[in-house]
Nanobody, 125 residues
Protein backbone atom coordinates (compact mmCIF):
# COMPACT_ATOMS: atom_id res chain seq x y z
CA UNK A 1 0.00 0.00 0.00
CA UNK A 2 1.54 3.27 -1.15
CA UNK A 3 0.34 6.84 -1.40
CA UNK A 4 2.02 9.54 -3.47
CA UNK A 5 1.02 13.16 -2.94
CA UNK A 6 1.86 15.81 -5.52
CA UNK A 7 0.75 19.18 -6.83
CA UNK A 8 2.15 21.54 -4.24
CA UNK A 9 3.84 24.77 -5.16
CA UNK A 10 4.03 28.50 -4.67
CA UNK A 11 0.90 30.54 -5.32
CA UNK A 12 -0.28 34.02 -4.49
CA UNK A 13 -3.11 34.63 -2.07
CA UNK A 14 -6.42 34.15 -3.82
CA UNK A 15 -4.96 31.62 -6.20
CA UNK A 16 -5.68 27.92 -6.66
CA UNK A 17 -3.84 24.63 -6.57
CA UNK A 18 -4.94 21.05 -7.03
CA UNK A 19 -3.22 18.35 -5.01
CA UNK A 20 -3.25 14.73 -6.12
CA UNK A 21 -2.89 11.57 -4.06
CA UNK A 22 -2.12 8.52 -6.17
CA UNK A 23 -2.77 5.21 -4.46
CA UNK A 24 -1.30 1.82 -5.28
CA UNK A 25 -1.95 -1.53 -3.74
CA UNK A 26 -5.63 -0.96 -3.08
CA UNK A 27 -8.77 0.53 -4.58
CA UNK A 28 -10.26 3.77 -3.35
CA UNK A 29 -13.65 2.05 -3.06
CA UNK A 30 -12.49 0.35 0.11
CA UNK A 31 -10.84 3.26 1.83
CA UNK A 32 -11.17 6.72 3.23
CA UNK A 33 -8.62 9.15 1.85
CA UNK A 34 -7.75 12.05 4.08
CA UNK A 35 -5.74 15.19 3.55
CA UNK A 36 -3.76 16.68 6.40
CA UNK A 37 -1.40 19.61 6.69
CA UNK A 38 1.34 20.72 8.99
CA UNK A 39 2.56 24.29 9.12
CA UNK A 40 5.96 25.17 10.61
CA UNK A 41 5.82 25.04 14.38
CA UNK A 42 2.27 23.73 14.43
CA UNK A 43 0.64 20.37 14.92
CA UNK A 44 -0.67 18.38 12.01
CA UNK A 45 -4.33 19.04 11.34
CA UNK A 46 -7.00 17.35 9.29
CA UNK A 47 -8.17 19.20 6.20
CA UNK A 48 -10.59 16.93 4.37
CA UNK A 49 -11.65 13.33 3.87
CA UNK A 50 -13.53 11.32 1.27
CA UNK A 51 -14.80 7.77 1.29
CA UNK A 52 -16.93 5.86 -1.20
CA UNK A 53 -18.40 3.04 0.84
CA UNK A 54 -20.40 4.52 2.36
CA UNK A 55 -20.12 7.82 0.54
CA UNK A 56 -18.97 10.53 2.87
CA UNK A 57 -16.91 13.70 2.91
CA UNK A 58 -15.59 15.87 5.69
CA UNK A 59 -13.97 19.30 5.73
CA UNK A 60 -12.27 21.29 8.43
CA UNK A 61 -14.13 24.52 9.17
CA UNK A 62 -11.12 26.53 8.04
CA UNK A 63 -11.38 25.24 4.46
CA UNK A 64 -15.13 24.81 3.97
CA UNK A 65 -16.30 26.61 0.87
CA UNK A 66 -12.75 26.93 -0.48
CA UNK A 67 -11.46 23.35 -0.78
CA UNK A 68 -13.13 20.46 -2.58
CA UNK A 69 -12.12 16.83 -2.25
CA UNK A 70 -12.84 14.28 -4.96
CA UNK A 71 -11.68 10.90 -6.14
CA UNK A 72 -11.30 9.02 -9.40
CA UNK A 73 -11.48 5.31 -8.75
CA UNK A 74 -10.38 4.42 -12.28
CA UNK A 75 -7.14 6.30 -11.68
CA UNK A 76 -6.89 5.35 -8.00
CA UNK A 77 -6.31 9.01 -7.31
CA UNK A 78 -7.87 11.46 -4.90
CA UNK A 79 -7.72 15.21 -5.39
CA UNK A 80 -7.89 18.28 -3.24
CA UNK A 81 -8.91 21.37 -5.19
CA UNK A 82 -7.86 24.41 -3.20
CA UNK A 83 -9.32 27.76 -4.20
CA UNK A 84 -9.03 31.24 -2.71
CA UNK A 85 -5.85 30.22 -0.95
CA UNK A 86 -4.70 32.24 2.03
CA UNK A 87 -1.24 32.65 3.54
CA UNK A 88 -2.42 30.61 6.54
CA UNK A 89 -2.92 27.64 4.20
CA UNK A 90 0.85 27.43 3.84
CA UNK A 91 1.92 23.99 5.03
CA UNK A 92 3.17 20.59 4.02
CA UNK A 93 0.14 18.64 2.87
CA UNK A 94 -0.10 14.90 3.36
CA UNK A 95 -2.57 12.32 2.15
CA UNK A 96 -3.48 9.29 4.20
CA UNK A 97 -5.75 6.26 3.88
CA UNK A 98 -7.75 4.05 6.20
CA UNK A 99 -10.21 1.16 5.75
CA UNK A 100 -12.85 2.97 7.79
CA UNK A 101 -15.13 5.62 6.31
CA UNK A 102 -14.82 9.37 6.75
CA UNK A 103 -17.79 9.23 9.07
CA UNK A 104 -15.47 7.46 11.50
CA UNK A 105 -11.97 8.78 10.83
CA UNK A 106 -12.69 12.31 9.52
CA UNK A 107 -9.73 14.51 10.48
CA UNK A 108 -8.28 12.33 13.25
CA UNK A 109 -4.76 11.55 12.07
CA UNK A 110 -4.27 8.77 14.63
CA UNK A 111 -7.05 6.82 12.90
CA UNK A 112 -5.25 6.56 9.57
CA UNK A 113 -3.12 3.51 8.84
CA UNK A 114 -1.32 4.56 5.66
CA UNK A 115 0.52 7.78 4.90
CA UNK A 116 2.16 9.31 1.86
CA UNK A 117 4.99 11.79 1.77
CA UNK A 118 4.12 15.47 1.93
CA UNK A 119 3.90 18.12 -0.73
CA UNK A 120 4.65 21.73 0.16
CA UNK A 121 2.09 24.45 -0.45
CA UNK A 122 3.27 28.02 -0.03
CA UNK A 123 0.83 30.90 -0.30
CA UNK A 124 2.35 34.36 -0.56
CA UNK A 125 0.53 37.49 0.53
Amino acid sequence: VQLQASGGGLVQAGGSLRLSCAASGFTLDDLAIGWFRQAPGKEREGVSCISESPGSTWYADSVKGRFTISSDNAKSTAYLQMNNLKPEDTAVYYCAADPLSCAVVAGDDYEYDYWGQGTLVTVSS
